[in-house]
């Protein structure tokens, strides 16, 4: 088998708007073989950015764009395909935006490799731990407390036993993000659970201080509460924290995770197929769970790589949460076919080969903003 054409297409809704939320554009990665497989994936950055590393010509052998080395290459050969892409980057990637171009590819790779032995993907990955994960619902904080209180009570109406609130105006002050999280129990419930993402906003003293401040309303993790880059910080935090802290969805490959999992900074792992790939992930799932911690998936864009978070957590050996951006976003809900989405607050996880879905064309010539190939 040989990869014959790669497609890159960059999605965009209508009305997007100043906040923190990637379910708002996407860039899918289309990978086509000669015997007429297709795999897709996508990757969680700036689309036009990762569409750049794709499409961007040679310049030397450790400086060059990916789809020029990749054609005819055969993409069951996932391993070896990471290895190649990273080592032809070198001098413009190890980190970030190209990280995540080759997660998209990866992801594709994979999805053909699940659709021609008519597998789905955590079979290959060595079996799913799990028929299904309890799922929580992600979304933003509202404007202060008593809006918050109204989305919590909205998503656990509908089904959720598990809420995450996150990002703005988590930061403002003492009394704000206080309000946040009373707003954020009261909404979900004495019996619900309530996850907070701070979207890295303290010092490790304040972030201190602010877990203190949260103990009480029994929040089950705190989460993004430093930059990321803040590996000293973060296991200071970790060793002092009365609640659990979690953080990793800004980390791209194994070389990211590697600080934060060899200095057992973090109680949670939050791992993004779209930043990661599905080769990469399988190493970190490894190391987190030799070092007794636990993993969840990030996920914050489409249906996508909601399916693909979903076969990988679905082999992690100690799942425990699911999360579902359920952002009011078409291209959260209407990119595939399939709906990638809780059902009584429960992920079923999917048997159907690959990644098991398929793209909505007709939302994609609708959605469409450049494509290269």
């Not at 970030?96 to 992801?107: C, F, G, H, N």
């Not at 036993?161 to 707003?183: N, T, Y």
Request: aromatic content about 8%; hydrophobic content about 35%.
């Amino acid at each position: 088998m040989k990869i014959t054409e790669i497609i890159c297409q960059v999605l965009r809704i209508k009305n997007v708007e100043a906040k923190t939320a990637s379910s708002q554009d996407s860039v899918l990665v289309r990978v086509r073989t000669d015997n007429g497989l297709e795999g897709i994936g996508e990757a969680d950055s700036s689309p036009e950015m990762v569409k750049a590393v794709i499409d961007a010509p040679f310049s030397h052998n450790v400086a060059t764009g990916l789809r020029g080395m990749l054609i005819g290459e055969n993409p069951l050969e996932t391993d070896r395909l990471w290895q190649s892409m990273y080592r032809k980057t070198m001098y413009c990637g190890r980190r970030s935006v190209p990280i995540t171009a080759m997660a998209a590819l990866d992801m594709a790779f994979w999805d053909i490799k699940g659709k021609q032995y008519g597998e789905p993907i955590h079979r290959l990955l060595g079996g799913k731990k799990h028929d299904r994960i309890l799922a929580y619902a992600s979304i933003l904080f509202g404007k202060d407390g008593a809006e918050t209180a109204d989305i919590g009570r909205r998503w656990r109406d509908s089904g959720y036993k598990a809420v995450k609130f996150g990002w703005e105006p988590m930061g403002k002050s003492e009394a704000v993000d206080i309000d946040l999280v009373r707003g954020a129990r009261r909404g979900v419930g004495d019996d619900g659970t309530v996850l907070i993402d701070a979207g890295c906003v303290w010092d490790a003293r304040t972030a201190l201080q602010r877990a203190h401040s949260f103990a009480d309303q029994r929040i089950g993790w705190l989460e993004e509460a430093l930059h990321p880059d803040d590996y000293d910080g973060y296991r200071w935090l970790r060793d002092r924290s009365p609640v659990p802290i979690a953080a990793g969805e800004e980390e791209c490959g194994r070389q990211s995770f590697r600080p934060l999992i060899d200095g057992h900074c973090l109680d949670v792992y939050q791992v993004d197929l779209s930043r990661n790939g599905f080769t990469d992930s399988m190493y970190i799932r490894q190391r987190v769970e030799e070092i007794g911690a636990r993993l969840c998936n990030h996920c914050y864009t489409s249906p996508v790589s909601h399916a693909a978070g979903l076969h990988w957590l679905a082999s992690c050996r100690d799942t425990f949460l699911f999360e579902d951006c359920v952002e009011d976003s078409p291209l959260r809900h209407e990119l595939t076919h399939e709906k990638i989405n809780a059902v009584d607050g429960w992920m079923t996880v999917p048997d159907r080969p690959g990644l098991g879905v398929t793209l909505n064309e007709e939302f994609i010539r609708s959605h469409l903003i450049c494509e290269s190939r």
